[in-house]
């Protein structure tokens, strides 16, 4: 029987590049498995429905909110984004690790009903960094910037919640520390209730001869 | 200023193998030390003072237990073995990871005095391979290999107060396990105040502005 697989939750403020860490993660880790989101939002050119969303119409995905088909789920700018309850349970079940690579919000929503999952902050190495990576996206105002920054330090005060910090000062770095943390978490104590059962009855086994 | 270093308490049953996979780890990992406990035994040919053990006398082992000198000590054989708390105190101080290798009884008085330190517990594949490894070593009577093998299930039945259970079916695989754990906790929130406390800082001061 495989054993049940680990949820990791990956989240953190835009600029912090947690999706960068999370793909270079899967490239070297093709055992562990990002989960895909749902969302109302239309596919861009050359998004690939199961691959890079599960395109849904509005409707369809109302449904499924009421059916608690959603591990979690957000409304961002009119359209409806979600982590699928059924796909993230037949993968852990198989014993695959999961990704959820999530806002901050969504974390919260998730670690209400999975307090087993990880929870691994993602961080820029300073605020000024964070400064510099959301005004490096475009030509935005400067109050979109402190906005967007704003944001970003208002999720930075629930990271107390989280169980990791990942300091994402280099990407190759990040990923081996995410690495470290996946494998250290397989071998918890807690996680490991059925090696524990079978020491204590091999113990009784031997009292008894 | 240097982050304190981890303290890292690896333990186990005799026939388990912790003190190959310390000793494993430190080539793998020479930035982490492993502290060298002290005792009253004599030394054998080719031990050196400061490196295998301290070699103390009587007398001074037991002022320094009454000094409150040993992290943790006990008396095995008539002969006295503990951990010097000074040497531990001064590497962790200077930010150095810090390994114990100890028995189960030593590394619970850790346990009450450094309870931000990271347990491990060392197992065998199996009880079966315990068994053979413990009968193994000589050609003592099958009740001296009982005997043995009762203390190792009493000492597994401790494995619950260990943050962590290290299988060490191969060495090698164990070693690499063993530096996720130390990697990983190093990551782990509440070991990072310093870096919220600069979030929350810098929150403020975005705040106000």
């Known amino acids: 029987m495989n054993k049940r697989g680990l949820l990791i939750v990956v989240s953190g403020p ?10 270079a ?37 109302k449904s499924m909110i009421e059916e608690k088909g959603f591990i979690e789920w957000a409304c961002f700018c009119q359209n409806y984004y979600g982590t699928p309850r059924d796909k993230v349970e037949e993968q852990l079940a198989a014993g695959h690790d999961v990704i959820l690579e999530i806002e901050v919000q969504g974390a919260m929503q998730v670690r209400s009903k999975f307090p087993e999952a990880v929870f691994v902050f993602v961080m820029a ?74 020491a204590l009855k091999a113990k009784e086994r031997i009292d008894l001869q």
């Open 25 to 61: 993660l899967l490239q070297k880790r093709p055992d562990i498995h990002l989960s895909v989101s749902a969302t109302t939002r239309k596919p861009r050119p050359g998004e690939t429905d199961g691959v890079n969303y599960y395109f849904l119409s509005e409707e369809k995905f």
């Open 125 to 198: 190495p300073s605020v000024e960094e964070l400064e510099r990576r959301l005004s490096g996206r475009g030509t935005e105002a400067p109050e979109v910037i402190k906005e967007r920054l704003k944001t970003a330090l208002w999720e930075y005060s629930n990271m107390e919640k989280y169980n990791y910090i990942l300091l994402n000062d280099e990407v190759d770095g990040a990923v081996d520390r995410l690495i470290s943390i996946i494998d250290a978490e397989k071998q918890r104590t807690e996680r490991n209730a059925d090696v524990i059962q079978e």
């Open 14 to 23: 835009s600029g912090t590049g947690k999706g960068t860490v999370c793909q």
